[in-house]
């Protein structure tokens, strides 16, 4: 089992930004997807943005697309979403995903592909 930790989270005004990480528990950390999802209340679980284990591929849904740039640290088992022109209908919580089963698969935006996941963190964008 992974232990994903979110940090970052945090009120900020409409247009502003924000970075949210991601630190991993396991060494195996590069051998997996990793995502971001978010959770509006009274609201489904969304899927944000999705990185490949190497870094080489990314995928955003298109509500964020131009806004949100996910990243990833191998070296330091963190994964990152830096978060800018922020909206009010961005406030949700955040959080991270790993798809460790099995690695080096890119799970794309499928809640269900993810088998680990953070405990979230809070962001609330004021108009």
């Known amino acids: 089992q992974v232990q994903l930790v979110e940090s970052g989270g945090g009120l900020v005004q409409a247009g502003g930004s924000l970075r949210l990480s991601c630190a991993a528990s396991?060494?195996?950390?590069?051998?997996?997807?990793m995502a971001w999802f978010r959770q509006a209340p009274g609201q489904e679980r969304e899927f944000v943005a999705v990185i490949r284990w190497s870094g080489s591929s990314t995928y955003y849904a298109d509500s964020v697309k131009g806004r949100f740039t996910i990243s990833r640290d191998n070296a330091k088992n963190t994964v990152y979403l830096q978060m800018n022109t922020l909206k009010p209908e961005d406030t949700a919580v955040y959080y991270c995903a790993a798809n460790t089963k099995p690695p080096f698969a890119w799970p794309g935006p499928q809640t269900h592909r993810y088998d680990n996941w953070g405990q979230g963190t809070q962001v609330t964008v004021s108009s």
């Open positions: 396991e060494r195996t950390f590069s051998t997996y997807s």
